[in-house]
C-alpha cells in the first residue's frame, strides 16, 4: 500500500470485529500507550487476556503501576499489536476495575506466574480497554509481498501487500 492510499472506513460491522478479534488471538502480546502527567506517550509491553473480543481488551496490572496512574488521568490510550504478517492498532478508553469476581474470571497460570497473591489482592487490577476504532494491515507474509514489490519494480504496476482496513468498533 502506498501513503497516498487510504484505508476504507466501514461503520461498525460483524465481518471487521470479526477480523480484529481473530488477529488479536493470533498475537496476545501488545504495547499499551498511555498519556503520562506531563503529556507524554508512554508505551509498554502488555497482554491481553484471552477472552473473545468484543470490543474490549483486559489487562492485568499492579494498582500502583504508572500505566494506572495515566489511564486514571487521562484514559485515552492506543494498543498496537504485531505478528509477522500483521500489524494492528487499536484506539480506546481505558479505565480500572477492581472487581474480584472479574479478576478470578480472567485469571490464568499465565497470570498467576506474574501476580503471586492471587486475583483477592487489592494491588491487582484489571485495565480495561473499550475499543473505539481499529486499523489494521494483513499482509500475505514476507515472500508473497517480497514478490510483489519486486513485480512492481518490473511492471510498474501497484504492490499487493495484503489488506488494510479502518474498523469503526463503537
Not at 489488506?163 to 469503526?168: A, P, T
Request: net charge negative.
Amino acid at each position: 500500500m502506498s501513503d497516498n492510499t487510504h484505508p476504507s472506513h466501514d461503520d461498525y460491522d460483524d465481518e471487521g470485529l470479526e477480523k480484529v478479534r481473530s488477529l488479536i488471538q493470533e498475537v496476545p502480546m501488545c504495547m499499551l500507550t498511555s498519556i503520562d502527567a506531563d503529556g507524554g506517550l508512554v508505551s509498554r509491553p502488555m497482554v491481553a487476556q484471552e477472552v473473545e473480543f468484543d470490543g474490549d481488551l483486559w489487562f492485568f496490572s499492579e494498582g500502583s503501576a504508572p500505566k494506572v496512574a495515566n489511564v486514571t488521568a487521562n484514559p485515552n490510550v492506543n494498543v498496537a499489536f504485531s505478528g509477522e504478517s500483521m500489524w494492528l492498532s487499536l484506539k480506546g478508553q481505558a479505565d480500572i476495575v477492581r472487581n474480584v469476581a472479574k479478576k478470578k474470571a480472567l485469571w490464568s497460570g499465565g497470570v498467576a506466574a506474574w501476580f503471586t497473591d492471587g486475583p483477592e489482592d487489592d494491588n491487582i487490577v484489571l485495565i480495561r480497554v473499550h475499543g473505539e476504532s481499529a486499523e489494521y494491515w494483513d499482509s500475505p507474509g514476507k515472500a508473497v509481498t517480497a514478490i510483489s514489490m519486486l513485480k512492481n519494480r518490473v511492471t510498474g504496476s501497484t504492490p499487493d501487500v495484503g489488506e488494510n482496513k479502518m474498523v469503526d468498533l463503537d
